[in-house]
């Protein structure tokens, strides 16, 4: 097992179950969580290190004690702090400010591993300008097409956006009016997960945000959420029936035979309520 570098790592405490794996097994095989919590001064909570590993917010103080006790050194704290405030960030503006201090620092650039996708998918107006412009003709008013959006979007928001698609190749002007260089965009394979779950996260507050509106007025919307028990082979059929289904979403927006006149955000999820026997031992 080989000493885990902090910049591998998108996740804070994926970070530090790999350090405690390397410690207790290559360094002090007698080291335990309970004596981890201890040298971080609470010799009266065993199970602090346990309770942080399984999602326990860490406070400023800790984060400190966590950068003295794994040994790291200036640039890597800097790292592994800006990692903490992406990981607990309560917002989607704080999310994403640490994003790009987690990018900036990372000595091991995600850019270099997915191209220009982080930059791409850090901010959500990227995205959604660049579904705008396939609603009606743009042929550079800012303003026009910022009031399309139910999003809060500025008219000088979406020129700037609009200079970092262009600098991508995601956007182009033909015969005078702007257009997305592709109709569709995928993911890919490349994408790191912790960029993806980023785009993810704002998507899904969009989503909280628009359900706190009352509907009167607005454009129509579709929620339905089911929760289901079911085995293991049963989960794996509904996976494979979401990705058919994302996929038949995608075809039907790129062969729809009228023009785009709307932006809608469609979101299919599957999520985690409990722990199968094999997690709890």
Partial sequence: MNDPIVYEFHDFRAWLAAWFAYQST???????????????????????????????????????????????????????????????????????????????????????????????????????????????????????????????ISAVEVKKTMAVLERLGMVAQVDGVWKPAQPSLSTGTGLSEKILRQAQMVQLEHIRDDLLHDSDGRPPRKVTTTLVSVSGAGLNRILVRMDRLRSEIRAIAHRDPSPADRVYLVAIAAVPLTRTREEQS
């Fill in 26 to 152: 290559e360094v002090e095989p007698e080291l335990s969580k309970s004596e981890v919590s201890r040298r971080l001064g609470l010799p009266r909570t065993r199970s602090y290190f346990t309770d942080v590993l399984r999602g326990k917010i860490v406070s400023p103080v800790f984060v400190e004690r966590f950068v003295e006790l794994t040994e790291l050194n200036r640039t890597e704290a800097k790292y592994f702090r800006a990692l903490v405030r992406f990981g607990q960030a309560s917002d989607p503006r704080e999310r994403e400010e640490a994003f790009d201090d987690v990018v900036a620092l990372n000595r091991v650039p995600w850019a270099k591993a997915a191209g220009d996708s982080w930059e791409y998918y850090k901010d959500w107006r990227n995205q959604l300008v660049r579904a705008l412009l396939l609603v009606g003709e743009c042929t550079g008013d800012w303003e026009a097409l910022a009031q399309k959006s139910l999003l809060p």
